[in-house]
């Protein structure tokens, strides 16, 4: 069977329309959702332009069996069964890249897919906005690789792909050290916030900073356990320097909770607990955070 050039995006959400739209006219893809589709994808640009983009739009039992690469862009909780329907429909070999947050999804599907896992952690902020549109709310840079630092070359060519269309991406040797990192800002911001209902920023109000001073105090005591090397400001100035550079945002799992969907609770907060307990550390906050977090 030869291989088809086209890459397949599969998750027609924020980060999957993002990818299709940005890609359009540089790297033939498909985006793979719930139904087919026709209409073209509406992308409002973080300079505020709007621009259409003609993107093919198939289920996955009408995509190539043989794709170049496949983006996996759903959320965590939603990777298992996504692969499992991959596996019943294209080449056990084809390279996947996973965009997920967290570090639940990532290990797991590095262990199970015979073919080659990039992972990719992304500072891109995207939302839907109707049945065809995405807002790029404001450009970032991703970097990209394997879990153990295999298939350079492949993480090379596809972030050179991701750049030339806009999406500025690095090929890297420290993927699990940037993922850890990721999770850990996230685990101190997130939770409290869709908690809460509030901003970013209002963490800095006294009746939510020495929460997230205990938060943050236990993910780095977990950080030092995984060996993980911690920023160069150290665990406490990083964290408050995110909340003061994101103070205005609301963060996706507020976003999740106010529209009601499921948020990414367990791939977030579930790493760490299940660190916790390997290294036999107490982490009373952070289990009061799970206790306390929506799903
Ligand atoms: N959006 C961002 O700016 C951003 C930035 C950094 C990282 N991320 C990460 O990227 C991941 C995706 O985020 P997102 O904001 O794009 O989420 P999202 O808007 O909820 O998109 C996920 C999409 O995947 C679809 N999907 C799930 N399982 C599927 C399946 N088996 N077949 C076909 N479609 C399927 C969902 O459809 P249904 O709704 O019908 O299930 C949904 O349209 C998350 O892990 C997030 O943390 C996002």
Request: glycine share 8%; hydrophobic share 40%; net charge positive.
């Amino acid at each position: 069977m030869t291989t088809d050039p086209r890459w397949l995006i599969l998750g027609a959400g924020a980060l999957g329309r993002l990818l299709a739209a940005r890609l359009a006219e540089r790297q033939p893809s498909i985006l793979i959702g719930r139904r087919t589709g026709s209409n073209p994808l509406i992308m409002t640009t973080p300079e505020g332009e709007v621009r259409r983009h003609a993107v093919v739009r198939l289920t996955l039992a009408e995509a190539p069996r043989r794709p170049a690469l496949i983006h996996v862009t759903t959320k965590s909780h939603a990777v298992d069964a996504a692969l499992d329907q991959l596996a019943a429909r294209v080449a056990a070999d084809t390279p996947v890249v996973l965009w997920q947050n967290g570090f639940q999804a990532q290990p797991r599907a590095t262990r199970r897919w015979a073919g080659p896992v990039l992972c990719a952690v992304t500072s891109e902020g995207a939302y839907t906005h109707g049945e065809d549109g995405v807002v790029h709310a404001g450009h970032g840079l991703t970097h990209l690789g394997h879990l153990e630092g295999r298939y350079p070359e492949l993480a090379t060519r596809t972030s050179a792909t991701l750049t030339a269309a806009g999406l500025e991406t690095r090929a890297c040797d420290d993927i699990r050290r940037r993922l850890w990192h990721k999770l850990a800002v996230n685990a101190a911001i997130n939770p409290l916030v869709a908690i809460h209902r509030i901003r970013n920023g209002e963490l800095r109000a006294p009746a939510y900073r020495p929460r997230v001073e205990a938060i943050v105090a236990e993910v780095a005591t977990l950080m030092a356990a995984e060996q993980i090397e911690p920023p160069e400001t150290g665990w406490q100035a990083h964290v408050w320097g995110v909340i003061e550079g994101t103070a205005n945002n609301r963060a996706s799992m507020l976003q999740d909770v106010l529209a009601g969907r499921r948020t990414e609770r367990d791939a977030i907060l579930g790493p760490l607990l299940e660190a916790a307990r390997r290294h036999g550390l107490s982490v009373p906050a952070l289990e009061r955070l799970r206790d306390d977090t929506p799903q």
